[in-house]
């Protein structure tokens, strides 16, 4: 009973990933499990037939991103994890114009996508000195996704922040992400007043990152932006932190050794 539920706070429950996958007419083999946790199973896939190149250019790296299967104390929940897969799309496709977001391939099953994976550094393991110009390309990016009507709102990790091979900022992991239309909950002056408090969130964990990691590069006038003034992120923060520690505290007590990521793997950045 115990392990039951146990293997029910995983996306997959204890079902693998499939150790191929076929996306158009090409194979690909699981290379590694980034992720598992309660909403989604994230891996990485390699193209399989080295041998034989593919007629039409083919990524030759994957994600796979399989969304909530398992049921959770009796109640179905592959109705959230479509919801999920069928959200993330929509963003991916609304950014499908940049090429320092993920590019959407396909969708793989009810719950999940495939999507173009972007090698390089997670922010949060990387030790060498950032690019000088590396924030300023970060904010025009985020400048392209909010043009685009879309708040990221996981600007906060520094894991979902990617050093290309390039010296590029990337941005991964768009699950809860939001596309804020002019008539947003059929309200344009609702969906201003989100849009602009939400963009002003994600400015703020960018200013936060920088005074953090290249403090010389921090203006005068940015040094301010890096501090929590907003009611909006005082309120999340007082309600989240103690959420996030208890939710931390029941995992680590409850939660056997994760049956995808305790697998063999190299080492490898988040996505």
């Known amino acids: 009973m115990q392990r039951t539920f146990q293997h029910q706070l995983y996306a997959c429950g204890e079902r693998p990933l499939p150790a191929q996958i076929t996306v158009g007419e090409n194979s690909y083999r699981l290379s590694q499990v980034f992720k598992n946790d309660f909403f989604a199973a994230t891996a990485l896939y390699e193209y399989f037939n080295k041998s034989q190149e593919p007629l039409v250019p083919t990524p030759q790296q994957i994600i796979l991103k399989l969304n909530r299967q398992e049921p959770f104390l009796g109640l179905p929940l592959a109705w959230l994890g479509e919801m999920l897969c069928s959200h993330q799309i929509s963003i991916l496709r609304h950014l499908n114009h940049l090429n320092a977001t993920p590019r959407f391939i396909s969708r793989y099953g009810p719950t999940g996508l495939v999507y173009q994976y972007i090698p390089g550094r997670t922010l949060e393991e990387n030790t060498e000195k950032l690019p000088d110009d590396f924030f300023d390309q970060l904010l025009q990016l985020l400048r392209q996704i909010h043009q685009a009507g879309v708040v990221y709102l996981d600007t906060n990790k520094t894991d979902n922040i990617i050093l290309g091979p390039d010296g590029r900022p990337h941005l991964v ?99």
Do not use: M, V
């Open 173 to 271: 992991d768009f699950q809860i992400s939001l596309h804020i239309g002019k008539r947003f909950l059929f309200s344009r002056r609702l969906a201003e007043f989100l849009r602009i408090t939400l963009q002003n969130a994600d400015l703020y964990h960018f200013y936060k990152h920088k005074r953090k990691l290249a403090p010389e590069l921090l203006t005068p006038e940015e040094y301010p932006l890096s501090r929590p003034t907003s009611k909006a992120i005082r309120l999340h923060r007082l309600a989240a932190t103690p959420l996030r520690k208890l939710r931390r505290k029941l995992l680590r007590h409850l939660q056997p050794k994760d049956p995808l990521t305790s697998q063999n793997n190299p080492s490898q950045p988040t996505k």
